[in-house]
Structures are given as structure tokens and as C-alpha cells.
């Protein structure tokens, strides 16, 4: 509370509490509930101020000058420092091109700008923070637990070993074996693109790192029956045994019936 | 008969076609093996290598058996499966190429023609099959016996349907069983977990902690009374997505069937009863992995793309006087693929 | 008998083991019937070998499996070596799966290759089928068994599926989920049909057992009833062969059964058995501890079914939902049914087609020499035809992978197929048609002009040219020993009138095979060769189009 005290003569204040205000007020449906949720208190005031400026030269084109929105990008107020942390160091954000959605790509700014606008984002409203170490143990996670959430809430899009499947209109769900154990987790808290929200009522902190700890496990443990062919089921299968099986089963008829010299 | 032909006749016929006579079998040339004694002597100790070849490939299929472990990690058993198996290859391709070899260079390649025979049989059996079918026919008297031919016919036609029969009990008739299901009033939404074993609590769902962009896997709480939960679950899953109230273009008749914009729908695909799994949260399309059928949640899942036809079913759901979402009752039409006597009943609802 | 004497003293040189089995089986009839019948070698033509050799290899390998499997669907909690499933509430059947997977030496092993001998069973029988289709091996008189090969694959694919549905792991049931829908879409009697196959609701606890009995007992037993019979229906017939010179429709040219074909033969069934062990050593197939255990709610990304079930499940997603319909309240599902429909249609119509084709052109006659596929432009259109819109089918089945793969629009791949599925077929009839007319007419070239020798030489009034090799008469003769598909026309009925079937047969025939060219005539050659003598002395223009007869 000191540090919101701090911030009362910025000149965005007036701004930022109207804005939380009217979040708090209004939104039943935009509450969020659960341990991981924070708002700006482990940002310093020169963190938040620095992530400012950098959204304002960055990020204001389309999320607007106070992260209200644009008809070019969603509000960010209330999305959470998790959110900022997943789309800009996955190199999402900013945005390449406008196109189906936002593509991985090289991450534009250092750890500490990434960390000073998520900073300045969380001090917008509440919404969920960068997830703690603890979260992200795949020791202490239990896969078994984890298949069956992940099967459940992920596979149908992601695959049920996270090798990625297509959405609706060029969107998809992307391959998640490369992933890191951070980005899982932020990717299921805010829910980037068309991907919906897991908030912790829905997959609480423990069954998210269950999740990961399973997507971890079957994409690092080579497959008991040798080449996985990309884990993409039959169709790989198919592929497999028409262009490699068959060109084999050609090759050794041509062999047997050439004439010996 | 056969007989050995070079660059003769073929076949001793005489072919000609389009003004070109056939030219015979070309001339035969012999293969190294077959002038060079050098080389056949060659030959065999190659094809005799290929079959110790498989020899070992045999003794590496069963020192891989004993050697390497199952009942373990993926790793030890693809170290297992690899080892055996690439053992019993070089064990089948050593024989495989040995045979083929001293096909292909020590047993002769001279080509040989055989003459074709008419399929059909000569006149005389043509003649004589007939006669004793003839003779068949007058001493059994089946022609000249209506009476008996006609009885037997019908005594065969209907002799398989107790055959048919016997497999009514397959299963039993559908009665209403597709018009019900676990819904009903006052029961509580709760998380799907799956394959879980029955110590595990299943949880009942607040609104307040579905928030808007969530999507959940919905159960009814009373999923482990029924006795085949599978089935049940087979009809009973729901997808609950919470959406921004005003972007839900709710049809009056619906108006209370959400809460806040929380709604329900039946996950079970209306085209062949894959689950609609796939929630964008920003266009609000429920997407079906299987046949990609799209349908629109702000416009009560109408299909706005793909095979299926029907909208998904709404489950009307409400709050409960501890908050959590309960169902109103149960679907008010049949959920999963068309069938025939859709339009024949009510559900329960 | 002096002859009896001398067969008996030959059979007793070779052993009394030998002579034991003669008294009591008279196996000599059978070496002499079979021992030199002749096989004509060709790489083409083992094609059906190599699915016969992957029934065995699934036979022995599926046996193995039956000893561990349980085709049950009572529930355990898995607590095996697996450990991503620990707890985890499974079926039977899905546990003695991971079992056979995980504890049984060798079991993963011999499950892969069942799987992969399957997935080749079914590509194996069907290039086969499409060399018999394109080189007319189907004609009179092979047309029975054509059908038979036809029911193969048909009972093939059965086998498969009920194959691929045991394991009770995520994907199989959700490919049950979908033959539940597929059924319960049959108008009338559909609800009952699903009700008794599933012994109740979807999915019930009887299935998996029923599917096993199918899968090891009814559907092998026709297969191997049918191999049988179709392999008998080759020794009657005797194989077909290419035209070429010493080959005649009267007799057959190439290897004795015993020894070459029968060592050949027996090489090559080891070398596919190899094959299917080598890919799978080191291959993955259906990793079904990925899957997880069946739950009617979840569902994978990329839910397909095996390659030769795609077309039936890509149809589902190429047909738009406007196909569902209502009379007085009962749906008509077209949508779904048609699946079923066009399958049944694409095998009907190709076990009918050798009759088809030889109403069409009037042709009742025997034929062993086959055609090579450029010499019948209209059955190389039509096959390639049929094996596009089936190749759309099937491709429609992968679009949601390949418009991640290609970063495409899902939707707009299928839109792509919905268009393909209409006009590919006519596309590809019409190019491969207009693709051997020039092959053809390529080949007269090289009749009437000979090899190119690429040796330029100066004619004496100063112009260049280049050498041409004339033809071998073995070379003319493979290249020229063959028919055009005669256009008979109408013809009267005994009763001196045209009935209009006779009618619609002219013009079909007359639509198909009007366009065509006809082989090098010796004439032509003869006149060719005077020409190009000619030519060399007059250097005149030699270009030849004849033979286009329209």
C-alpha cells in the first residue's frame, strides 16, 4: 500500500484508479481468485515507471497510451504481469504482423525491460503474477495426476503429448515439448490468443505443475518403441509405411527380379 | 509340357500382329556363374556368408532377450525392442538374401514357356459333367417332385431366422435411454478429473470461479450413482464457458439458462458424438477435433462451420443458494449424433 | 506297369521318407502338376505376394498377442512399470496392452510389427489391385477373382479397424465414438443397430470382446478362405504376362516353381518379414501409453483413424452439414451416410468394371497378355481417376495436420478438398488420358525413327543430321504387339432393331475410345524406313503424326 501511496501525484494515478475501480466494482465475471494472483507490490515504483515508457514507445500503438485497448489490441488492464511475461519474452509480443495469431519468434527486449513493463502492466489492476519457482518443480509434480488433467483440459487441442493441432481459420495450438516449465504454467494462468483461462479455481497451482510435470515426462522420455515420427498418430503412420514401407517392398522386388549378371 | 526355348518359336506358335511376326524368345545369355567356375565358387561363399549372417542375427535376438530388461522405464524397453528386433532382422534378411541370391545366380535363369489350356473343360467332360447332373437331377426326381422341392426351398428360407433370432439379446432396445441423462434438477456442475479412482472427491463448481475466458470440463456430481458411469458420461459431458453478457446473443426462451454469462452446452458432437473440445476464448468457437464442426457460443452454438447440423444443447443451469452451478434440469432435447426417432419424445427435462 | 516300376524306384532313390508320404498322400501328382508351372518374372507382379506374406507375419504375430491380451472391459487401477498412468483407472484390456508393451520380452516388438504388417497388408493389396487394374489383368477370364481381390480389401479393412478398436485406449474409442455416430445416422434401423453392437449404450462393457472374437476369429477365417481361393484361381489361370516378343496369349514365359520361383519366393517372404521387423524395431506405432485409457470426454488433437479407414473418415469431414434433413420430423443424415455410400459405391463399382468394360467394347475373348496402361488411355483415365477421389477422400482425413504443417487454414483446406472432391476426378481423367495418347504416340516415334545415337552426320549437300537406330525386331515387337479398342457400333438385336441399351453402349464406347493410336503398323515401319532413306538423300521432312485415328 506504501507504493500505490507513492504513486498517488503520477500523473497516470487518477487514470489507473478510475480504471480499478471500475474493474472492481463492475466485474463479478473478472474476478480472480486464488494464491498466484498480485497486483504491482513486487515491482518498485522506477520498475513500473521504466515498463511505462517502454510501453508507450512499444506497445501503446495498439493497446492504446493507458492500456485501455485499440481496435488493434485487447486492454491490458488486468491481464497481469504473467501475461506481459509470456507474450513478449515467447517473442509474441510485439506483434510481426497482423495475421491468424501471434507467432514465436526471438524475444525483442532483455529480462529486465520484460520484467519492468510487466511491472507497469500489474500495476494497472490486479491479475495474475509471474509464477513462483515453486510452481515450476517438475520433481515435485506427479505425472499420472497430470496425464489425466492434461488429456482432459489440454489434449484436444495441443495433442495428448503436446505435439500442437490446428484451431479454427489458420489459428492452431502450438507444439509444446520445447516449452519452458515458466511459459506452461503463464500460457494456462492468462491465456494467450484464442487459448482459454485455467485460473487457479479451475486447475489450481498444484494441477498446473502436475500438467507440466506430464508434458515434461513424455516429451524427454524416448518412446519405449523407438523413432516417435512426430508423435502425430496414424496419419504419420500412414505416410510412413506408404513412402518408406512400399519404396522398401519395391526396392527388394526390383532385386529379385533383375537379372543376374 | 514344358520345354526350354531359345530365340525359337514361341512356344512352337506361329504370332503375328499389326504386319510384325513374333520374334521368339531373345537370345539367352549366360551369367558370369554359369561360365566362370571362379565366380559360382564365389557366388557360394557369399550366399553362405549371408546365411551365417543370419546365424548371428539369430544368437543377437536371443543374447538381446536375455540381455536387456523390460518392465520398466520407456527407455529400457525401447532398448529392448530395438535389440531384439534389429537381432531377428539381421536373422530374416541373412536367409532372405541368401536364397534370393542362389536363386538369382547359381540355380539357371533360362527362361521357360509353358503352354495355356483352354480354362474350360474339353467337350467330352463338358458333356459327361452334364449328364451327371442329368442323372442326378432325374434319380433325386427334384424337378419332377414339386412337392417335396417346394417344402424344402421353403423350409431353407426360413430355416436361418432363428439364427437371427438368437442375437436379440445383443442388446437391449433403445427405449429412452438417448433422451435422459444424468441432468436434472439441482444437480451440481462439477470438474471432470478423468480416470481417477473413486477416493478422489469430485468438485463441485462455484460461479464466482469461472471467470470470464475460463472453460471447464463439467461432470453432473452424481456421475459414480449410475452404474456404468462411462455410459452416463458418454451423454452427460458439458463444456462451461463464461462470456461477456453482452456478447451473447441470447434467444428470449433462454434469457435465465445462464448465469452472468456463464452457459453450458453439451460437449458431445451433434454430427457422429466426438467431444467439441476446442474453446477459442476470443471468437467463442467450440471446435470438434474430429470432423472440425464449428459452432458459435454467442449464438447458442449454432454450427457455423463443418459437417454437423444441429446446434449443441444447452444445458440451463443456475446458482445454488451456496453459489455453486447447478443444473435446472435436464437437456431439453437429445444430446450426440442424429438418430432416427429424434423427434419422436421429450426428454426428461 | 514298367512305368509305375521305374516312377517308384526314382521316388525310393530320394528317400523311404519320401515314398512313405507318396503311399499315403500321392504328393508325385502334385510335384508334377505344380513343380514346373511357370511364374513370368516381373517386379509388378509381387506385389500381392508381399500382402500374403504380411497376413502371415500377422497371423504368427497375432497368435503371440492373444496369449496375453484380455479383451475385457472391467476396471483395474494400472500400477504397472508405465508411470505417467500410476492410479489411473483402466480397462482390461488397455492394461494387458501396456503389459504386452512394457513387461512381456519381445512383446512391443511383436505388437509393432502386427501394427506395421497391418498398415502394409493393406497398402500391399491395394498397389496390387491398382497393377491388375491398370494393365486389364482383370479381364476374362480373371473377373471372379478381381471380385475376390475387391472382398479382400473390404474384409481387410474390417480386420484392421476391429484390430485397431482393442486396445480401449483414447484414440480406438474415440474412433468407436465415431461408428457409434455412423450407425445410429442409418435411417429406420440405426438406434437398434448401435444398441446391439455396443450391447446397450455407447461405449457398455461388451465391445472390446465382441470386436476381438471378429478380429480373431470370423475375419481371418474369410481371409484366409478367400487368399485360398484367390491363390487356387492363379494356378488355374496361370499368370498373365507383358507383351513382348516370344509372348503369346497361348502361352506363359518365365520361371519353374521349383526350383527358381518356389527359392525366389521363399527369399522374398523373408526378406518382407525383415522388412516389417527392421521398421519395427525402431519405429514407433500407436504408442498407446500416450493415449491414455478411454474416456468419453477427452479427445486428442489429430484424432485419426488408420490409413485405410481415412477415406471413410475424410468423407465425414468434407461433406457439409446442409446434408442433414428432416421428412415429417425423421432425419435423413446424408451428411454421415453418405460415408457408407460412397464406400459401397466405389466397390461395387469396381468389382462390376470388367464387365463394364467388356460390354463396352463388345469383347468376349481371353486375354493373358496384359496391356501396358498407356495402351488403353480410357482405363488409365478412369483408374487415376478413381484413385484421386479416393486419394482426396483420404487426404481430407489429415487436413487439420497439414494446415498446421503448411500454416494453411484449416477451413480452407477443407473447402479445397470440397472442390477437389468434385473436379479432381474429372481433372485427372482427362489429363492422364491426354498423358498416354502422347506416350503413345512417343513410342510410334521410336518405332518408325529408331534410338536417337546422338551422332550428327553431314549429309553430302552439306545438311546435318543426326543418326537414327533402328528398332531390334524384339524391340519393335513389345512396342507394336498390342490392340486399340475397337468402337463397335450399334448393333442389331436378334429381332433386327437397336434396343437402347445397345445404343447407350455404342456411345459410351464411342465417347471413351474414339480418341485413340493405333500401334505401328509393319506397312507403316516398311514405309518409314524407305522414307527416311529418302530423307537422307532428299532431305525432306519426316515428321510423322499418322496413326491418330479419329
Same mark, same amino acid.
Given at each position: 500500500?506504501k507504493l #500505490?501511496? &507513492?504513486?498517488?501525484r503520477?500523473?497516470?494515478?487518477?487514470?489507473?484508479?478510475?480504471?480499478?475501480?471500475?474493474l472492481?466494482?463492475?466485474? &463479478?465475471?473478472?474476478?480472480?481468485?486464488g494464491?498466484?494472483?498480485a497486483?504491482?507490490?513486487?515491482?518498485?515504483?522506477?520498475?513500473?515507471?521504466a515498463?511505462?515508457?517502454l510501453?508507450?514507445?512499444?506497445?501503446?500503438?495498439?493497446?492504446g497510451?493507458?492500456?485501455?485497448?485499440?481496435?488493434?489490441?485487447?486492454?491490458l488492464?488486468?491481464?497481469?504481469?504473467?501475461a506481459?511475461?509470456?507474450?513478449?519474452?515467447?517473442g509474441r509480443?510485439?506483434l510481426?504482423?497482423h495475421?491468424?495469431?501471434?507467432?514465436?519468434?526471438?524475444?525483442?527486449?532483455?529480462?529486465?525491460?520484460?520484467?519492468?513493463m510487466?511491472?507497469?502492466?500489474a500495476?494497472?489492476g490486479?491479475?495474475?503474477?509471474?509464477?513462483?519457482?515453486?510452481?515450476?518443480?517438475?520433481?515435485?509434480?506427479?505425472?499420472?495426476?497430470?496425464?489425466?488433467?492434461?488429456r482432459?483440459?489440454c489434449?484436444m487441442?495441443?495433442?495428448?503429448?503436446?505435439s500442437?493441432?490446428?484451431?479454427?481459420?489458420?489459428?492452431?495450438?502450438p507444439n509444446?515439448?520445447e516449452?519452458s516449465?515458466?511459459?506452461?504454467?503463464?500460457?494456462?494462468?492468462?491465456?494467450?490468443?484464442n487459448?482459454?483461462?485455467?485460473?487457479?479455481?479451475?486447475l489450481s497451482?498444484?494441477e498446473k505443475?502436475?500438467?507440466?510435470?506430464?508434458?515434461?515426462?513424455?516429451?524427454?522420455?524416448?518412446?519405449?518403441g523407438?523413432?516417435?515420427?512426430?508423435?502425430?498418430?496414424?496419419?504419420?503412420?500412414? #505416410?510412413?509405411?506408404?513412402?518408406?514401407?512400399?519404396?522398401?517392398v519395391?526396392?527388394?522386388?526390383?532385386?529379385?527380379?533383375?537379372?543376374?549378371? | 509340357?514344358?520345354?526350354?526355348q531359345?530365340?525359337?518359336?514361341p512356344?512352337g506358335?506361329?504370332?503375328?500382329?499389326?504386319? *510384325?511376326q513374333?520374334?521368339?524368345?531373345?537370345?539367352?545369355?549366360?551369367?558370369?556363374?554359369d561360365? !566362370?567356375?571362379?565366380?559360382e565358387?564365389?557366388?557360394?561363399?557369399?550366399?553362405?556368408?549371408?546365411?551365417?549372417?543370419s546365424m548371428?542375427?539369430?544368437?543377437?535376438?536371443i543374447?538381446?532377450? *536375455?540381455l536387456?530388461p523390460?518392465?520398466?522405464?520407456?527407455?529400457?524397453?525401447?532398448i529392448?525392442?530395438a535389440?531384439?528386433?534389429l537381432?531377428?532382422t539381421?536373422?530374416?534378411?541373412g536367409l532372405g538374401i541368401?536364397?534370393? =541370391?542362389w536363386?538369382?545366380n547359381?540355380?539357371?535363369d533360362a527362361?521357360?514357356?509353358?503352354d495355356r489350356?483352354?480354362?474350360?473343360?474339353s467337350?467330352?467332360?463338358?458333356?459327361?459333367a =452334364?449328364?451327371i447332373?442329368?442323372?442326378?437331377?432325374d434319380?433325386?426326381?427334384?424337378?419332377?417332385?414339386?412337392?417335396?422341392?417346394?417344402t424344402?426351398i421353403?423350409?431353407?428360407?426360413?430355416?436361418p431366422?432363428?439364427?437371427? =433370432?438368437?442375437?436379440?439379446d445383443?442388446?437391449?432396445l433403445?427405449?429412452?435411454? =438417448? *433422451?435422459?441423462?444424468?441432468?436434472?434438477?439441482?444437480?451440481?456442475?462439477?470438474?471432470d478429473i478423468?480416470?481417477i479412482?473413486?477416493?478422489n472427491?469430485?468438485?463441485?463448481?462455484?460461479a464466482?470461479?469461472?471467470t470470464i475466458?475460463?472453460?471447464?470440463h463439467?461432470?453432473?456430481?452424481?456421475?459414480? $450413482?449410475?452404474?456404468?458411469?462411462l $455410459?452416463?458420461?458418454?451423454?452427460?459431458?458439458?463444456?462451461?464457458?463464461?462470456?461477456?453478457?453482452?456478447?451473447l446473443n441470447?434467444?428470449p426462451?433462454?434469457?435465465d439458462?445462464?448465469?452472468?454469462?456463464?452457459?453450458a452446452? !453439451?460437449?458431445v458432437?451433434?454430427?457422429?458424438?466426438?467431444?467439441v473440445?476446442?474453446?477459442?476464448?476470443?471468437?467463442h468457437?467450440l471446435?470438434c477435433?474430429c470432423?472440425? !464442426?464449428?459452432?458459435?457460443?454467442?449464438n447458442?452454438?449454432?454450427?457455423?462451420f463443418?459437417?454437423?447440423?444441429?446446434?449443441l444443447p444447452?444445458?440451463p443451469?443456475?446458482? $445454488?443458494?451456496?453459489?455453486?452451478?447447478?443444473?435446472q434440469? $435436464?437437456f431439453?432435447?437429445?444430446?450426440?449424433?442424429t *438418430?432416427w426417432?429424434?423427434?419422436?419424445?421429450e426428454?426428461?427435462? | 506297369m514298367s512305368?509305375?516300376?521305374?516312377?517308384?524306384?526314382?521316388?525310393?532313390?530320394?528317400?523311404s521318407v519320401?515314398?512313405?508320404t507318396?503311399d499315403?498322400t500321392?504328393?508325385?501328382?502334385?510335384?508334377r502338376?505344380?513343380?514346373?508351372?511357370?511364374?513370368?518374372?516381373?517386379w509388378?507382379f509381387m506385389?500381392g505376394?508381399?500382402?500374403?506374406?504380411?497376413f502371415?507375419?500377422?497371423?504368427?504375430?497375432?497368435?503371440f498377442?492373444?496369449?496375453?491380451?484380455k479383451?475385457?472391459?472391467?476396471?483395474?487401477v494400472?500400477?504397472?512399470?508405465?508411470?505417467?498412468?500410476?492410479?489411473?483407472?483402466?480397462?482390461?484390456?488397455?492394461?494387458s496392452?501396456?503389459?504386452?508393451?512394457?513387461?512381456?520380452?519381445?512383446g512391443l516388438?511383436?505388437?509393432?510389427?502386427?501394427h506395421?504388417?497391418?498398415l502394409?497388408?493393406m497398402?500391399a493389396?491395394?498397389?496390387?489391385a %491398382?497393377?491388375?487394374?491398370?494393365?486389364?489383368a482383370?479381364?476374362?477370364?480373371?473377373?471372379?477373382?478381381?471380385?475376390?481381390?475387391i472382398v479382400?480389401?473390404?474384409?481387410?479393412?474390417?480386420?484392421?479397424?476391429t484390430?485397431?478398436?482393442?486396445?480401449?485406449? @483414447?484414440?480406438?474409442?474415440?474412433?468407436?465414438r465415431?461408428?457409434d455416430?455412423?450407425?445410429?445416422?442409418?435411417?429406420?434401423?440405426?438406434t437398434?443397430?448401435?444398441?446391439? %453392437?455396443?450391447?446397450?449404450?455407447?461405449?457398455g462393457?461388451?465391445?472390446v470382446?465382441?470386436?476381438?472374437?471378429?478380429?480373431?476369429?470370423? %475375419?481371418?477365417?474369410v481371409l484366409?478362405?478367400?487368399?485360398?481361393v484367390?491363390?487356387?484361381?492363379?494356378?488355374?489361370?496361370?499368370h498373365?504376362?507383358?507383351?513382348?516378343?516370344?509372348?503369346?496369349?497361348?502361352?506363359?514365359?518365365?520361371?519353374?516353381?521349383?526350383p527358381?520361383?518356389?527359392?525366389?519366393?521363399?527369399g522374398?517372404?523373408f526378406?518382407?518379414?525383415a522388412?516389417?521387423?527392421?521398421?519395427s524395431?525402431?519405429f514407433t506405432?500407436?504408442?498407446i501409453?500416450?493415449?491414455?485409457?478411454?474416456?468419453?470426454?477427452?479427445?486428442?488433437?489429430g484424432?485419426?483413424?488408420?490409413?485405410?479407414v481415412g477415406?471413410?473418415d475424410?468423407i @465425414?469431414r468434407?461433406?457439409?452439414?446442409?446434408?442433414?434433413?428432416y421428412?415429417?420430423?425423421?432425419p435423413?443424415?446424408?451428411?454421415?451416410?453418405?460415408?457408407i455410400?460412397?464406400?459401397?459405391?466405389?466397390w461395387?463399382?469396381a468389382?462390376?468394371?470388367?464387365?463394364i468394360?467388356?460390354?463396352?467394347l463388345g469383347?468376349?475373348?481371353e486375354?493373358?497378355?496384359?496391356?501396358?496402361?498407356?495402351?488403353?488411355?480410357?482405363?488409365?483415365g +478412369?483408374?487415376?481417376?478413381?484413385?484421386?477421389?479416393y486419394?482426396v477422400?483420404?487426404?481430407?482425413?489429415?487436413?487439420?495436420?497439414v494446415?498446421?504443417?503448411?500454416?494453411?487454414? @484449416?477451413?480452407d483446406?477443407?473447402?479445397?478438398?470440397?472442390? +477437389?472432391?468434385i473436379?479432381?476426378p474429372?481433372?485427372a481423367?482427362?489429363l492422364?488420358?491426354?498423358?498416354?495418347l502422347?506416350l503413345?504416340?512417343?513410342d510410334?516415334?521410336?518405332?518408325?525413327?529408331g534410338?536417337?545415337?546422338g551422332?550428327?552426320?553431314?549429309?553430302?549437300?552439306?545438311e546435318?543430321?543426326?543418326?537414327?537406330?533402328? +528398332?531390334?525386331?524384339?524391340?519393335?515387337?513389345?512396342?507394336?504387339?498390342?490392340e486399340?479398342?475397337?468402337v463397335?457400333?450399334?448393333?442389331?438385336g436378334k429381332?433386327g432393331?437397336?434396343?437402347?441399351?445397345?445404343?447407350?453402349?455404342?456411345?459410351?464406347?464411342?465417347?471413351f475410345?474414339e480418341?485413340?493410336?493405333?500401334?505401328?503398323?509393319?506397312?507403316?515401319l516398311?514405309?518409314?524406313?524407305?522414307?527416311?532413306?529418302?530423307d537422307?538423300?532428299?532431305?525432306?521432312?519426316?515428321?510423322?503424326?499418322?496413326?491418330l485415328?479419329?
Amino acid at each position: 500500500m506504501k507504493l #500505490l501511496a &507513492a504513486r498517488r501525484r503520477h500523473p497516470m494515478a487518477l487514470v489507473v484508479l478510475l480504471l480499478v475501480g471500475l474493474l472492481l466494482t463492475g466485474g &463479478a465475471y473478472s474476478l480472480f481468485t486464488g494464491s498466484t494472483t498480485a497486483s504491482a507490490d513486487e515491482y518498485s515504483a522506477a520498475d513500473v515507471e521504466a515498463g511505462q515508457k517502454l510501453f508507450v514507445t512499444n506497445c501503446a500503438t495498439c493497446h492504446g497510451l493507458n492500456a485501455e485497448g485499440s481496435e488493434n489490441g485487447p486492454s491490458l488492464i488486468g491481464v497481469g504481469a504473467a501475461a506481459v511475461d509470456f507474450q513478449v519474452s515467447t517473442g509474441r509480443m510485439p506483434l510481426q504482423m497482423h495475421g491468424p495469431q501471434a507467432q514465436v519468434k526471438q524475444a525483442q527486449f532483455s529480462e529486465e525491460e520484460i520484467a519492468q513493463m510487466a511491472g507497469y502492466v500489474a500495476s494497472l489492476g490486479p491479475g495474475p503474477a509471474v509464477p513462483d519457482e515453486e510452481w515450476l518443480d517438475t520433481a515435485e509434480g506427479d505425472a499420472a495426476a497430470g496425464g489425466g488433467l492434461f488429456r482432459t483440459n489440454c489434449a484436444m487441442c495441443h495433442n495428448v503429448v503436446g505435439s500442437g493441432g490446428a484451431l479454427t481459420r489458420g489459428k492452431y495450438a502450438p507444439n509444446l515439448t520445447e516449452v519452458s516449465e515458466k511459459h506452461l504454467y503463464e500460457a494456462m494462468q492468462t491465456g494467450p490468443q484464442n487459448m482459454p483461462i485455467f485460473n487457479d479455481a479451475n486447475l489450481s497451482p498444484e494441477e498446473k505443475r502436475d500438467i507440466i510435470t506430464y508434458v515434461r515426462e513424455v516429451s524427454e522420455t524416448p518412446s519405449a518403441g523407438g523413432f516417435k515420427l512426430g508423435s502425430l498418430g496414424p496419419v504419420a503412420e500412414g #505416410l510412413f509405411i506408404w513412402f518408406f514401407g512400399l519404396a522398401g517392398v519395391v526396392g527388394i522386388t526390383m532385386w529379385l527380379t533383375a537379372r543376374s549378371k | 509340357m514344358t520345354s526350354i526355348q531359345h530365340s525359337g518359336g514361341p512356344g512352337g506358335q506361329v504370332e503375328e500382329m499389326n504386319g *510384325f511376326q513374333n520374334p521368339g524368345l531373345p537370345e539367352h545369355k549366360p551369367r558370369i556363374t554359369d561360365s !566362370s567356375p571362379a565366380a559360382e565358387r564365389l557366388a557360394e561363399r557369399q550366399i553362405a556368408a549371408w546365411f551365417i549372417v543370419s546365424m548371428i542375427g539369430t544368437i543377437w535376438f536371443i543374447v538381446a532377450y *536375455f540381455l536387456f530388461p523390460v518392465g520398466d522405464s520407456g527407455a529400457l524397453v525401447r532398448i529392448h525392442t530395438a535389440g531384439v528386433g534389429l537381432g531377428a532382422t539381421v536373422a530374416l534378411a541373412g536367409l532372405g538374401i541368401g536364397i534370393v =541370391l542362389w536363386a538369382k545366380n547359381l540355380i539357371p535363369d533360362a527362361e521357360v514357356v509353358e503352354d495355356r489350356h483352354d480354362i474350360a473343360g474339353s467337350e467330352e467332360d463338358q458333356a459327361i459333367a =452334364l449328364e451327371i447332373l442329368n442323372q442326378a437331377k432325374d434319380e433325386s426326381g427334384i424337378a419332377r417332385r414339386s412337392l417335396i422341392r417346394n417344402t424344402l426351398i421353403a423350409a431353407v428360407a426360413i430355416a436361418p431366422l432363428p439364427a437371427i =433370432l438368437v442375437f436379440r439379446d445383443l442388446g437391449p432396445l433403445p427405449g429412452d435411454k =438417448l *433422451f435422459t441423462t444424468l441432468w436434472g434438477e439441482g444437480v451440481k456442475l462439477c470438474k471432470d478429473i478423468g480416470m481417477i479412482p473413486e477416493e478422489n472427491q469430485i468438485e463441485p463448481i462455484r460461479a464466482s470461479d469461472v471467470t470470464i475466458g475460463s472453460v471447464f470440463h463439467v461432470i453432473p456430481e452424481n456421475i459414480r $450413482d449410475s452404474g456404468h458411469p462411462l $455410459d452416463e458420461k458418454a451423454k452427460a459431458a458439458v463444456l462451461l464457458m463464461r462470456i461477456d453478457p453482452s456478447e451473447l446473443n441470447t434467444d428470449p426462451d433462454r434469457e435465465d439458462w445462464g448465469v452472468d454469462g456463464i452457459v453450458a452446452y !453439451s460437449k458431445v458432437c451433434t454430427h457422429v458424438g466426438c467431444p467439441v473440445a476446442l474453446y477459442e476464448h476470443q471468437t467463442h468457437h467450440l471446435l470438434c477435433p474430429c470432423h472440425q !464442426s464449428t459452432f458459435d457460443v454467442t449464438n447458442h452454438c449454432k454450427v457455423i462451420f463443418g459437417p454437423a447440423k444441429r446446434p449443441l444443447p444447452q444445458l440451463p443451469i443456475t446458482v $445454488d443458494s451456496e453459489g455453486y452451478l447447478v443444473a435446472q434440469s $435436464d437437456f431439453r432435447e437429445p444430446v450426440g449424433p442424429t *438418430f432416427w426417432e429424434i423427434n419422436t419424445r421429450e426428454t426428461n427435462a | 506297369m514298367s512305368t509305375a516300376q521305374t516312377t517308384s524306384k526314382t521316388v525310393a532313390a530320394v528317400g523311404s521318407v519320401a515314398q512313405w508320404t507318396e503311399d499315403r498322400t500321392g504328393a508325385s501328382k502334385a510335384v508334377r502338376e505344380f513343380g514346373r508351372k511357370i511364374f513370368p518374372s516381373h517386379w509388378s507382379f509381387m506385389l500381392g505376394e508381399v500382402a500374403l506374406y504380411s497376413f502371415i507375419i500377422l497371423v504368427l504375430s497375432g497368435t503371440f498377442l492373444t496369449f496375453w491380451f484380455k479383451p475385457a472391459m472391467a476396471e483395474v487401477v494400472y500400477q504397472g512399470p508405465w508411470t505417467a498412468l500410476h492410479g489411473v483407472t483402466i480397462s482390461e484390456a488397455y492394461a494387458s496392452t501396456l503389459e504386452i508393451s512394457f513387461e512381456i520380452r519381445g512383446g512391443l516388438f511383436i505388437r509393432q510389427m502386427h501394427h506395421w504388417a497391418a498398415l502394409l497388408f493393406m497398402a500391399a493389396l491395394t498397389i496390387h489391385a %491398382l497393377r491388375i487394374f491398370f494393365t486389364g489383368a482383370f479381364r476374362k477370364p480373371r473377373e471372379l477373382n478381381w471380385v475376390i481381390g475387391i472382398v479382400l480389401s473390404m474384409v481387410g479393412l474390417g480386420a484392421g479397424f476391429t484390430g485397431y478398436s482393442l486396445p480401449d485406449d @483414447l484414440l480406438s474409442g474415440n474412433g468407436l465414438r465415431i461408428i457409434d455416430g455412423l450407425l445410429k445416422s442409418i435411417p429406420l434401423v440405426g438406434t437398434y443397430i448401435s444398441f446391439f %453392437l455396443f450391447g446397450g449404450e455407447f461405449p457398455g462393457i461388451h465391445i472390446v470382446s465382441r470386436l476381438y472374437s471378429l478380429h480373431i476369429m470370423i %475375419l481371418p477365417a474369410v481371409l484366409i478362405a478367400l487368399i485360398g481361393v484367390h491363390l487356387m484361381f492363379v494356378v488355374i489361370h496361370k499368370h498373365t504376362q507383358w507383351p513382348g516378343a516370344g509372348h503369346s496369349e497361348k502361352n506363359v514365359v518365365g520361371e519353374p516353381v521349383l526350383p527358381t520361383f518356389a527359392a525366389k519366393g521363399g527369399g522374398f517372404f523373408f526378406l518382407i518379414f525383415a522388412l516389417v521387423a527392421f521398421i519395427s524395431a525402431i519405429f514407433t506405432i500407436n504408442p498407446i501409453w500416450n493415449y491414455g485409457p478411454y474416456d468419453p470426454s477427452p479427445v486428442s488433437a489429430g484424432t485419426q483413424p488408420d490409413w485405410y479407414v481415412g477415406w471413410a473418415d475424410g468423407i @465425414l469431414r468434407i461433406m457439409p452439414g446442409w446434408m442433414e434433413f428432416y421428412i415429417f420430423g425423421y432425419p435423413i443424415s446424408l451428411n454421415i451416410n453418405i460415408a457408407i455410400i460412397i464406400m459401397l459405391l466405389f466397390w461395387g463399382i469396381a468389382m462390376v468394371w470388367p464387365w463394364i468394360e467388356a460390354w463396352m467394347l463388345g469383347d468376349n475373348r481371353e486375354h493373358h497378355i496384359l496391356d501396358r496402361p498407356r495402351n488403353n488411355p480410357t482405363r488409365t483415365g +478412369l483408374g487415376v481417376a478413381a484413385a484421386v477421389w479416393y486419394a482426396v477422400m483420404w487426404a481430407g482425413a489429415s487436413g487439420d495436420l497439414v494446415a498446421v504443417f503448411f500454416h494453411m487454414s @484449416l477451413n480452407d483446406m477443407i473447402y479445397i478438398f470440397r472442390v +477437389l472432391f468434385i473436379v479432381g476426378p474429372f481433372i485427372a481423367f482427362f489429363l492422364t488420358r491426354r498423358i498416354c495418347l502422347s506416350l503413345q504416340r512417343k513410342d510410334r516415334e521410336l518405332v518408325l525413327h529408331g534410338h536417337e545415337t546422338g551422332q550428327i552426320i553431314r549429309l553430302p549437300h552439306g545438311e546435318f543430321q543426326e543418326r537414327h537406330q533402328p +528398332l531390334t525386331p524384339h524391340e519393335v515387337w513389345a512396342l507394336t504387339a498390342f490392340e486399340t479398342p475397337q468402337v463397335l457400333p450399334a448393333q442389331p438385336g436378334k429381332d433386327g432393331k437397336v434396343s437402347g441399351l445397345e445404343r447407350v453402349r455404342a456411345r459410351m464406347a464411342k465417347y471413351f475410345y474414339e480418341d485413340r493410336i493405333h500401334p505401328v503398323t509393319k506397312a507403316e515401319l516398311d514405309a518409314a524406313h524407305e522414307a527416311h532413306h529418302h530423307d537422307e538423300v532428299a532431305a525432306g521432312d519426316h515428321d510423322d503424326h499418322k496413326g491418330l485415328e479419329k
